[in-house]
């Protein structure tokens, strides 16, 4: 294609041609016709013609008078004189002037002729006095071939002058043919250019619209996969539900994707997502209007349209299926688990994007829930979801209303059944909501990030409130990761601690093991850098989640606590308290205690009495309460008084 910028160009050129030739014809033509008018002037040799007329009228009068002596021929004569002398004064103006001045010879012959006739003045006024005729005549004889001559020179200029402009006008035709051809080649060439340049933005028009059409469609399709992507599914119409059928969104979620990339790498886990992604696009094969789509990550929507929920559900959990069957990845056999989530439509949400939303919502809530299982979406999915909003919301002024405040359980030594220390935990009294336990709103604080601030704060009213309690009493308070995560909880304690008083010694930091799965090295230094200034670390809830035993190895812990689920049943159980004494055998070894949650009952006291548990926490022993009300437990466990202490604020029991 031609250049635009060089397509501009030449149809300047072109026209700056057309323009030239154009004014150069108007004074080629100009020229033509000042040649043609000046050849009507310099026609010359007629007019010298004229003159050898009158003087040989003049001369035939002239002789006749001599002989016949007739007075009619002496006035013609003399009137030839006149006109002669009337034609010579004509001459020497305008076009016979100028050709008289073309050559000095000329005019020098001219101005003879003159002289010559101008003498004859006084015999010409009155023939009759003239002495003699003959001798006149004589006399008179030279003025016809002067006159003959001038016209001679006359004509012979006149032929010269003619034939310098009829080459003028050959010239000028030559030079007006060649115009007119310039101007018709220039003419043709902007025409092809023309018809070039239209062929070409034809041929850019076309270009530009292939290169739309493949820009929406990778607009609209996930370029790993080749799936339709979140775009497609977005803009997705409905092309009217068949008869009897519903419109249903599963979505679906790999889990643990993360761990395949992180362990793997991302090129092994693009190949998983790929092989996910075709077994997805067979699933839906043969079924008309269905829909597979990749959202981004490990999170892929199916649509399709069931007859019953059943025929739903049960296409729900065979796509489950396929996806979690091995798969062939260089050379080696890997599963993936998958979670999923299922929307119906019914009379009020039947468009594909608000199915979607509840589809996710029934997929988060089978994650948490039961990892691998297609979760249902109902109603009071949506309820919990905008409880958690409200939460979310009223959580950020709490603290500063004074709504959330530890409350303390006791630990008490089960040997000796004497309390040695307290638990903080957290407890909000909502305005409206009423009591909202801690393992509702602290992962709410955490995924938002407010846990920092509550995390902060339950440390320095922990730290303030031990200093109420006897100085054997030591305090322990629950660590987040996040808060572990964010790096200021070393200065936070230091604070803490300085601030109220309160020893190192006396304070104990408690951490789930799902602390040291998100960043352990980080972790580890931060429990190090604690530690090392006196405070007892504790690992909570031991025995739940993963319980790596490598968690135990990678840090010196103070204190195991066995979580209340191995307590349940006990008495049953074997198994439980078989556990527990391999969990006491083992912190031994490590030289952390041990405390056992969640004893409710003194049966679950007397069978834990031969395992040689130093500590144990339960509402057997009581149940959190305001730090008035602990401390005054405590004393009266000691015998003491409870004496109302400086700076206790009345609490309410939660
Ligand atoms: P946790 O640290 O394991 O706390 C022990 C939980 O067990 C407390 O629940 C306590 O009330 C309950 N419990 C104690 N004895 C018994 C018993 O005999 N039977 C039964 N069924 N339960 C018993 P709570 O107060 O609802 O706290 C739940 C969790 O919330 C805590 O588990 C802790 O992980 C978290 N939490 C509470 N306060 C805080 C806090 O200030 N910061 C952080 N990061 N987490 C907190
Ligand atoms: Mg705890
Ligand atoms: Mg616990």
Known sequence: MLPLAWFRQLVLVIVAVLGISAVLHARVVQDSADAVGRSMRFDVSWIGAHGRIEAAQLEVHLARYAALRLPADAESAELYYQILLGRLDSWDVGGYREFLDSSPANRETFDRLRLLVESFEAEFSDLSQVESLPALLEAW????PAIDQIGAEATTSAVSKAAEIRETLTERQAVQN????????????????????????????????????????????????????RNAFVAYEESGVPN??????????????????????????????????????????GKPGALVARLGGDEFVVLTYPRTAREAKGFAEKVLADITRPYDIDGGKVTIGATAGLALADDQRWDAMTLMADADLAQ??????????????????????????????????????????????????LRSN??????????????????????????????SGQIAHIGRYMIEQACRDAMLLPDDIHVAV???????????????VENALRASGLPAQRLKLEVTESVLMVNPKRVIEVLEGLRSRGIAIALDDFGTGFSSLSYLSTFRWDELKIDRSFLQNLDED???????????????????????????????????????????????????????????????????????????TDQETA
């Open 178 to 229: 060649y115009l007119v051809v310039t101007l018709l080649g220039a003419g043709l060439l902007l025409l092809v250019l023309l018809l070039l340049q239209n062929r070409s933005l034809r041929r850019a028009h076309a270009d530009a619209r292939r290169a739309a059409d493949n820009f929406s469609y990778v607009a609209r399709h996930d370029s790993l996969t080749g799936l339709p992507n």
């Open 141 to 144: 004889r030279p003025v016809g």
């Open 574 to 648: 074997t198994l439980g308290l078989a556990i527990i004494q391999a969990i006491l055998v083992m912190a031994k070894e490590l030289g952390a205690k041990v405390i056992v949650e969640g004893i409710e009952s003194p049966k679950q006291v007397q069978l834990l009495e031969h395992t040689g548990c130093d500590i144990g926490q339960g509402f057997l022993f009581g149940r959190p309460e305001p730090i008035a009300a602990v401390r005054a437990t405590i004393l009266k466990d000691r015998g003491l008084a409870s004496q109302p202490a400086v700076g206790t």
């Open 478 to 492: 629950n660590l987040s990761v996040i808060q572990i995560m964010q790096g200021e909880v070393i200065e936070t």
């Open 364 to 413: 988060n809530e089978a994650k948490v829930s039961k990892k691998g299982s297609v979760g249902l979406y109902n109603a009071t999915l949506r309820q919990g979801v905008e409880r958690r909003l409200r939460l979310e919301n009223a959580l950020r002024d709490a603290i500063g209303r004074g709504e959330i405040v530890p409350n303390y359980q006791v630990q008490v030594d």
């Open 418 to 447: 004497a309390i040695v220390g307290v638990e903080a935990l957290a407890r909000w009294q909502h305005p409206e909501l009423g009591s909202v336990s801690p393992a509702e709103f602290i992962p709410i604080a955490e995924a």
């Open 244 to 285: 009897g059928k519903r419109l249903a969104v599963i979505a679906l979620d790999l889990d643990g994707f993360k761990l395949v990339n992180d362990t793997w790498g991302h090129v092994f886990g693009d190949k998983l997502l790929v092989q996910v992604a075709q077994r997805l696009e067979a699933a839906i094969r």
